[in-house]
């Protein structure tokens, strides 16, 4: 099992930036891709970012050039760094992981956290 925790969450005003971050525990060799998906209320859970085990990234659209995700495996931790938050970024965070190498879908991700709530005030 491997298990993960975030951290960052919180209310920020439109404009403002925030950075999430994941510890994961367990059964880390279990782990390829890591990734950063959201919820909104009354949404699907959507793809926000995906990092693979050697650094290379993927984005939604909708949040190009204003996040990057990183990890530190040496800390078994994942960031998101998040710029220019809009209204439409507020949802709930949550941190996934996969035993797949690219993790370019939800369903390819076997281990999730808690989530962390970002709320973005206007």
């Known amino acids: 099992q491997v298990q993960l925790v975030e951290s960052g969450g919180g209310l920020v005003q439109a404009g403002g930036s925030l950075r999430l971050s994941c510890v994961a525990s367990?059964?880390?060799?279990?782990?390829?891709?890591m990734g950063w998906y959201r919820q909104g209320p009354g949404k699907q859970r959507e793809l926000v970012a995906t990092i693979t085990s050697d650094g290379s990234t993927n984005y939604a659209d909708s949040v190009k050039g204003r996040f990057a995700i990183s990890r530190d495996n040496a800390k078994k931790t994942v960031y998101l760094q998040m710029n220019n938050l809009k209204s439409e970024d507020a949802a709930v965070y949550y941190c996934?992981?996969?035993?797949?190498?690219?993790?370019?879908?939800?369903?390819?991700?076997?281990?999730w956290g808690q989530g962390t709530r970002v709320t973005v005030s206007s």
């Open positions: 996934a992981a996969s035993g797949y190498y690219l993790g370019r879908s939800l369903a390819e991700y076997d281990y």
């Open positions: 367990g059964d880390i060799f279990r782990v390829n891709a």
